[in-house]
């Protein structure tokens, strides 16, 4: 069974030019994650797809961040204008139960960001 | 609200040595807890989890027991390998503001020598 996949793997841009970041989740899986990890940190959530539906964005800043997840499948995240602070691993996750954070997440490899 | 706090790294042991990294967490109730791993290059992989009190979770020699008494979740394993240099990530749910998620600790990075 393939796992989340994640493209680009690297993404080098300077600041205020756009990015998107792509992700296809488990196949099967209803529940799809992105989330922010700076340097020495953990995750953190950006966003929730529950099938096509964002059920929590209320970590994503809204004016240059924005997501969709069409069909309910594949998602994408982008950002514009990029900035400084915005060099992290972008990573996506999915799980298959949307009932809560009781289920195992699958996380993809990351899309690691550095805005010059 | 809830949190975890992570014994901080960078650790680094020889081959066979013995491994805690050690995680308290502030809770609300009793939540599921977990611990995932980030192999160097990869993304994110649950390594146990505990979903009750005095629940021990096990996977690849690693074990964690959720004690309430102390609220700990520490990550043990007793004879550790090189192939277990990664990043560990003690996490629990959190609710809040009427939605739920994930929140992770800040990582402790291991690195086990020949």
């Known amino acids: 069974e393939a796992g989340v996949v994640q493209s680009p793997r690297y993404k080098i841009i300077e600041k205020k030019q756009p990015v998107a970041f792509w992700c296809n989740p488990i196949s099967g899986h209803n529940t799809l994650y992105w989330y922010r990890q700076n340097l020495g940190q953990g995750p953190e959530l950006l966003i929730r797809?529950?099938?096509?539906?964002?059920?929590?964005d209320s970590q994503l800043p809204k004016d240059r961040f924005s997501a969709e997840r069409l069909k309910g499948v594949d998602s994408t995240l982008k950002i514009q204008p990029a900035e400084l602070g915005d060099s992290a691993v972008y990573l996506c996750?999915?799980?298959?139960?949307?009932?809560?954070?009781?289920?195992?997440?699958?996380f993809g490899p990351g899309t690691r960001l550095l805005v010059l | 609200g809830n949190s975890v706090t992570q014994m901080e790294g960078p650790v680094t042991l020889s081959e066979e040595a013995f491994l805690t990294i050690n995680c308290t967490y502030t809770?609300?109730?009793?939540?599921?807890l977990f611990w995932y791993v980030q192999y160097p290059g990869e993304g994110l992989q649950l390594l146990l989890k505990a979903t009750k009190a005095d629940d021990k979770g096990s996977n690849k020699g690693f074990e964690a027991t959720y004690r309430k008494e102390t609220t700990s979740f520490h990550l043990e394993k007793g004879s550790v390998q090189v192939s277990d240099s990664a990043v560990y990530f003690c996490?629990?749910?959190?609710?809040?503001?009427?939605?739920?998620?994930?929140?992770f600790g800040k990582g402790t990075k291991l690195t086990v020598n020949p």
């Open positions: 996750a999915s799980s298959l139960d949307p009932a809560g954070y009781q289920e195992t997440q699958y």
């Open positions: 996490a629990l749910p959190l609710t809040q503001g009427g939605s739920e998620k994930l929140v």
């Open positions: 797809y529950e099938n096509e539906e964002a059920v929590d």
């Open positions: 809770a609300t109730g009793y939540p599921s």
